[in-house]
């Protein structure tokens, strides 16, 4: 450990204080070995970023576990959907879900028989092309599941076309309450490296760097033993485990930039860009991993369910299982009385309804926290906030401004930069929600770029084009790095390959 460097960007909220809920409270290891088998499941046809997928199932089909029931029509930028259930399907509508997206879904009841595509087994060998890799990635549906929802497969293209040098895997999980990424680490080390070389080898990078906190010394143990076995077999690749100091937030790539590169990117800048580097959630790259060596789609994900009431639970359970069932399995009851959190406690959303909204591809956590009235005052200018935003904002100074609807003297002051991580809010005595006011603010202004930069237009965002913002955090401007590979003919329905049913060969 002497003389190894500890990265870190500046401020933020330091873990091993307050916010370490995760140390504290114990996660129940077994509970995540135990997949859960939920009575139904609603597949939102749009978990990611992009158009939504078109559902291939229709009233009263029967499906298989890892069958395809929603593919991207034509060419559009966007991926596709699998049911990790078996069972009937019992209705095709609209929902809404918390975060606002608009979206067709697909509801299945449960057979509970688990009957497999029979395409879900071991591919043998795996010596594929880059495009090919990139392919199998696409078909199977993964998105980056540290929350952004951007389809992998173009990110890597995106790498790709930015011939990067290495790619970073984001270990650094630190929301409260969350530790499925670091219970993946644990569990399947070996996925998670194999998938990360997989996709530095795609994209071309040379170096690949798994980044992890300093305290994490189980995960970072578990991923050096796997390190040491793939050496061998990845001698073109140089490997390294890199380490952080704890603190909240994490990972997101403006922050990485700063701690390992010493770049401050700018809004449209992009890792790729500017620093020849590819950053990959952990869970993403152990999906990728699946999807390569077993041909398993993205259906099933591990989430941590956790509060400040009661113990922690990680669960591997199928995408579009209802919150409620999920509640039921690690409580046996549905905390009715709590505040159920779709996300983490800081970022995510409050839900109403946890019968009818599911977990989707981005879902890592549920909380379920105390119902509180915190007593509002006016700012106290103690100065918590501005200490603590990673992006070197003035929280206090710019909510005021917005207040105010000073909102280009606002956006003077950086309000642009703010990443939604809802620190500021938590620290402040006063109680005063800084952080829904000036991440709104920020959001709609990435949206307007956004448009400005992809279709040279100043037209106004909707409604829609603003909760897109927010779920992508910054745009990427992946649209410019399709699929090349995308042979599918739009003009004949013949032409579409439905991934994963039946097996396609690579
Ligand atoms: S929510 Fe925005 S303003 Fe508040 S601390 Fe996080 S980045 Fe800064
Ligand atoms: S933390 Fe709250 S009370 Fe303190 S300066 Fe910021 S807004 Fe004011």
Known sequence: MAGRKIHSFYKGIFSGDVLNFSKRSPFVREIMLEQINPSRVILPMKMHYGVPAVPTVKEGDLVKVGQCVGIPYSKSFSSPVHTGISGRVTDIRDITLPNGIKTPAVFINNDMKRTRLDSLKSRGSIDLSAQQTIGVIRDAGICGMGGEGIPTYAKLNRARNYAVNELLVNCLQSEPYSTCDLMAIVEYPDYVVLGALACARACGATRVRFLISLGRKTERSALENS???????????????????????????????????????????????????????CSTMLACWEALSDNIPMMNRIISVSGNESGGHNMLVPIGTPVSEVLTSAYESTKTESRVIWGNCLTGIEIEDPENTPIIKMTSVISIV????????????????????????????????????????????????????????????????????????????????????????????????????????????????????????ETDPDSIILPFDGGKSV
Do not use: W
């Open 227 to 281: 390190i040491r076995k793939a050496k061998d077999s990845f001698k073109d690749l140089k490997l390294e485990v890199v380490l952080f100091r704890e603190r909240f937030p994490q990972g997101y790539y403006r922050l990485v930039a700063k701690a390992l590169y010493g770049k401050q990117l700018e809004m449209s800048d992009t890792l790729e860009q500017t620093c020849g580097a590819v950053l990959f959630n």
């Open 370 to 489: 105390r119902k509180t009235e915190i007593p509002t005052t006016p700012c106290i200018h103690c100065g918590l906030c501005s200490e603590c935003c990673p992006m070197g904002l003035s929280p206090n100074i710019v909510y005021e401004m917005l207040v105010q609807g000073l909102t280009q003297k606002a956006a003077e002051e950086g309000a642009r930069d703010c990443i939604s991580c809802g620190s500021c809010s938590y620290i402040c005595p006063a109680g005063i929600n800084l952080a829904t006011s000036i991440a709104r603010f920020a959001n709609e202004g990435r949206i307007i770029e956004v448009n400005s930069l992809l279709h040279n237009t100043d037209e106004e965002p909707g409604e829609e084009a603003g909760v897109e913002a927010a779920m992508v955090g910054q745009a990427s401007l992946l649209e410019e790095f399709p699929d090349k590979e995308d042979s599918r003919d």
